[in-house]
């Protein structure tokens, strides 16, 4: 008896608290945390053989908590997957991932919760399959389609719109390329569906302005048609709304037309009016590629624009300084080293001619900056020929009609230059000597005197 009394206490000791299997036999009546062990007197009363099996089904302790159990943490399970997570690392299990959710959504009731929550992992998985995708082994860096030049973007925190979808690029998981000539942007998906051509190509070939402010032709002439992607459109915005480009005058889709601001050529040449207008996507290109080209004739196009803007006539009185100017920056050592000319090199056209105007130049006009910047720019030139630069000093001129001592430029405003000999004198000199120029009476003189004789000749 001892011996049993014992053996008992020695299990109750090495009781296993996490082994909860409720066991078949137990006493339902006894006792929360309490251990149901058969004593060795209940043993004696059954028969042999039901003792043995008794003895062997509860030579195990049972442990039992109905009411209060112990928490150690272990009611959770903290190492199996959670139901909708997916641990795939490479590409082939994220679609055969994507197939068995695909598959799931059809077999789950329809319009269900679950059936929604599967969607959404689906849509997680796909975004994810495409941001594992090496897009180096599918997407080439450079794709060339109807004159457009695309190149493959790398940067993945700028948000772009599509030009062609008009829906937002995701750059952190969306492959998009964007043409190094009309800089447009679409996603790789949408490069097979571009119909319209570089803008790039057509500024090559075609450098020139519609010079007529808004020729609107009528959108029955269009066949109520977008004019780029012959979309259907209505003044009623049904089934698409019709919006009107300034520059055209067509009238496009809510797809070609973002009602973008531009300034209108047309305008700002007939009118001197720079209030930017809506225009299309095609039309914003074409003015953004265009607006720093120098293709404009104010002299031709409208030359009354002199006689009623003043900024006007002051840019092109230092124009015309500017190109008196270079003769001397090009045959001067300290000039071509100072790099002077190269203070023009945005407005490359001031040192060719003062006939020809980009749109930039006129939108500057108005404004005052173009203004401010060349008069800078001419007095550093001015103080280089006439102040800094013995070698320019000694090319200036002395009036030969009154023989004063003053150096004269053809740059100074108070001078006046010869159009056949391109010699300077004063001004008042110039006009109130009613003689002809002695300098060019000196050539005459010179080529004739030079000239052999016929009679000599024979």
């Known amino acids: ?65 109905t009411e209060r159990v112990m928490d150690l943490g272990l009611a959770e399970d903290h190492f199996s997957r959670p139901e909708g997570l997916f641990l795939t690392s490479d590409v082939q299990q994220l679609r055969q991932a994507i197939e068995e959710c695909k598959q799931a959504i059809l077999d789950l009731p329809e319009h269900s919760e679950r059936q929604k929550d599967a969607v959404v992992r689906l849509i997680h998985l796909r975004l994810k399959l495409q941001d594992l995708k090496d897009p180096s082994e599918e997407e080439p860096n450079i794709r ?34 964007t043409c190094t000539g009309c800089y447009y942007r679409c ?11 570089c803008v790039r190509s057509k500024v090559s070939h075609q450098s020139e302005y519609e010079l007529n402010i808004c020729p609107e032709i009528g959108l029955d002439s269009q066949d109520y048609r977008c004019a780029e992607c012959r979309a259907q459109i209505s003044l009623r915005a049904i089934p698409s709304e019709a919006r009107q480009c300034d520059y055209t005058g067509q009238y496009y889709c809510s797809n070609c037309h973002w009602n973008d601001l531009a300034v209108i050529p047309a305008r700002a040449i ?13 039309s914003m290109r074409y003015l953004t590629l265009m607006v720093a080209r120098p293709v404009l004739k104010l002299r031709e ?33 300290e000039a071509m080293e100072a790099r002077l000319l190269l203070q023009l ?25 173009l203004s401010c910047s060349l008069t800078e720019i001419h007095t550093t030139f001015a103080k280089h020929i006439k102040l800094d630069c013995e070698r320019c000093q000694a090319k200036g001129f002395v009036c030969e009609l009154c023989k004063e001592g003053d ?14 000999c391109l010699a300077v004198f004063h001004r008042d000199c110039y006009y109130d000597n009613s003689t002809a120029c002695p300098k060019c009476a000196r050539l005459n003189l010179r080529k004739q005197t030079q000239e052999p004789a016929p009679a000599a000749l024979e």
């Open 187 to 197: 996603h790789s998906k949408c490069l097979n569906l571009i119909t319209k051509s």
């Open 407 to 420: 150096v004269l430029f053809p740059f100074d405003s108070h001078t006046c230059v010869c159009q056949e």
């Open 144 to 177: 060339i389609l109807l004159e457009h030049r695309f190149y493959k973007e790398k940067s993945k925190s700028v948000k772009q719109t599509c030009d062609k979808c008009n829906a937002i690029i995701w750059g952190l998981i969306q492959t998009w390329y």
């Open 1 to 65: 008896m001892e011996y049993d009394e014992k053996l008992v206490r020695f299990r109750q000791a090495h009781l296993n608290p996490f082994n909860k299997q409720e066991g078949s036999g137990q006493d339902d009546q006894s006792p929360p945390g309490e251990i149901s062990i058969l004593s060795p007197v209940g043993m004696e009363s059954l028969g042999e053989a039901d003792a043995r099996e008794m003895a062997s089904s509860h030579f195990e302790p049972e442990f039992h908590c």
């Open 270 to 282: 007939h009118n001197w009016d720079f209030e930017p207008r809506k225009v299309s996507r095609c």
């Open 345 to 369: 090199q945005d407005r490359q056209h001031f040192v060719e001619n003062d006939e020809m105007y980009s749109l930039q130049d006129l939108i500057d006009i108005s404004s005052g900056r």
């Open 301 to 333: 196009t409208n030359p009354l624009l002199f006689n009623h803007v003043e900024e006007l006539v002051e840019i092109r009185k230092l124009r015309q300084d500017i190109l008196l100017m270079k003769p001397y920056f090009i045959t001067c050592k």
